[in-house]
Nanobody, 116 residues
Framework: VQLVESGGGLVQAGGSLRLSCAAS????????MGWYRQAPGKQREPVAV????????NYADSVKGRFTISRDNAKNTMYLQMNSLKPEDTAVYYC??????????WGQGTQVTVSS
């Protein structure tokens, strides 16, 4: 399984970006899928995660109301719509899939930079 992110870039504060994560290969079944980010000097943290078992979606408090995670099963693609971006959202963003057998896949990351 390979995950490839795209859609990162440089944007001014208040702007929007949509990240995409295209999965190749079989990812079924899926336990967890989501987006994580890592800012310089900080640990990687979850941003938006979908738990397949219960169907719940969890967002970091810092992005609630601004970011939306979604998926297109037909395209094997996951998205992260990011609105009202802030400089503190600057980070490398990674997508992740955890399969039903404990297999864990990460994308290579895409840089998001928000200027003030």
């Amino acid at each position: 399984v390979q995950l490839v992110e795209s859609g990162g870039g440089l944007v001014q504060a208040g702007g929007s970006l949509r990240l995409s994560c295209a999965a190749s290969g079989s990812t079924f079944p899926i336990n967890v899928m989501g987006w994580y980010r890592q800012a310089p000097g900080k640990q990687r943290e979850p941003v938006a995660v979908i738990i397949s078992g219960g169907g719940s979606t969890n967002y970091a408090d810092s992005v609630k109301g601004r970011f939306t995670i979604s998926r297109d099963n037909a395209k094997n693609t996951m998205y992260l719509q990011m609105n009202s971006l802030k400089p503190e959202d600057t980070a490398v963003y990674y997508c992740r899939i955890v399969g039903g057998y404990g297999d864990d896949y990460w994308g290579q990351g895409t840089q998001v930079t928000v200027s003030s």
